[in-house]
């Protein structure tokens, strides 16, 4: 053992989940893993090192044998779930029970007391939840992540050369997953002076889907051309990717009213204060990201 304490990843073979054990496992820390089910991903995070545990977010006992022994979490419950509050209270108390002693939990910059998204209404109540148990919360509300183009639109590019979106000639700041786990990773190796905090983290530049839809055409050797879609459009559309459930379709329709309305519009260098690096400009995350989502050596 070399004395750092155990670290909870929840979310663990998530987006920003799996950049953040593997962060941590190269900074020496015991990682304990929290997944739904064992599958490819769960062994490619054991093979790195870290311990793989089986659990549900909303059974207590569970949360507390994942919590067991642990003095630092990170939360991130999948945005396809609809009882955030219920599983967020559920994981305050057993890591309150336990000793925990930070945890630093994934919310939304959309997260607020009259969002129109009950999601984000949920991100918002469990800020609350979590700052009332005391066990060191710090939130982090992100802003849209860059591989969303890709979970979004790698097909259609492919196919058409069209990215469909319902965000009109608004901005917004993407950030990458690995950007967003460097925070975490730093927030959980040394949290002292982020307990209380809630950072609002973005990329490094403002832009409107148009202007990513050109980056990305750079960056994968294609023409890219944005389509603005209709919301009502949108929900047809998201009606039949896999994985979206009525739920969450909901949600992202909020969220694109949000963007329209400029909820988005917030751009800063908190990940460059915290983390001693700037965050990755949008054409560099493309190229680094671009084979995982079927570019690269994958004609387009």
Known sequence: MNGKPQILVTGATGKTGSETVGLL????????????????RTERLEALGAEVVLGDFHDLADMRRAVDGVERAYFCYPPQE???????????I??????????VNMSQVTAREDAPS????????????????????????????????????????????????????????????????????????????????????????????????????????????????PVETWREV????????????THLAHVADDHKDGVFRVRNDLVA??????????????GRIKAAFGFGEVAV
């Open 118 to 229: 009950p999601l984000s209404r949920q991100h918002w109540q469990a800020e609350r939840v979590l700052d009332w148990a005391g066990v060191g919360a710090v939130h982090i509300a992100a802003t849209f992540f860059v591989e969303n183009l890709f979970m979004f639109g790698a097909r259609t590019i492919a196919e058409q050369g069209e990215l469909y979106l319902p965000y009109g000639d608004e901005r917004h700041a993407p950030v990458s997953a690995a950007d967003l786990a460097r925070v975490i990773g730093v927030i959980l190796d040394e949290p002292d002076g982020h307990r209380g905090e809630r950072y609002v983290i973005t990329g490094p530049e403002l832009l409107t889907v148009g202007e990513m839809a050109e980056a990305l055409g750079d960056g994968l050797g294609t023409a890219v051309e944005y389509v603005d879609l």
């Open 94 to 103: 057993a890591a309150r029970d336990a000793g925990v002693d930070t945890v």
């Open 82 to 92: 609809t009882r955030l509050v219920e599983a967020t209270a559920i994981f305050a």
């Open 25 to 40: 496992l190269g900074r020496g820390f015991p990682v304990r893993a929290l997944a739904r089910v064992r599958d490819g």
């Open 238 to 249: 998201l009606g039949g990717v896999a994985g979206m459930t009525p739920s969450l379709i």
């Open 273 to 286: 204060e915290i983390t001693g690096r700037a965050a990755e400009p949008l054409g560099a995350s493309i």
